[in-house]
């Protein structure tokens, strides 16, 4: 096998681009420690939308052989999350 060096790389830039938004999707952007009696809500910037926040729980083998569960939110754009006691404290932590 001959290897030239004048010839550029033969991957396409579009495998390149659907890539970089794959590893752009998985990105950790913070974590919070569950506070109880507490739930998590999404504050939307832009259309001023309060919820609770959609979290999902994953069930796996942990390293001592019993089962472990992981929590994770699934993030929206333009939203922050913060944890309140219910939705009238969430809408005083806002206006702060």
């Known amino acids: 096998m001959e290897l030239d060096l004048n010839k550029k790389d033969t991957i396409p830039a579009i495998n ?4 970089k938004n794959q590893e752009k999707e998985y990105k950790l952007i ?3 420690r569950c506070k109880p009696g507490q739930t ?11 919820k609770p926040a959609t979290v999902t729980s994953e069930c796996y083998i942990s390293k001592f052989g ?3 569960y992981k929590k994770k939110t699934n993030v929206e754009q333009n939203c922050f999350y913060f ?14």
């Open 16 to 19: 390149i681009e659907a890539v």
């Open 30 to 32: 913070g974590r919070a």
């Open 40 to 50: 998590l809500f999404s504050f939307n910037k832009v259309t001023g939308e309060l």
């Open 66 to 68: 019993t089962p472990a």
């Open 83 to 96: 944890f309140a006691l219910n939705e009238k404290n969430a809408r005083k932590k806002i206006q702060r």
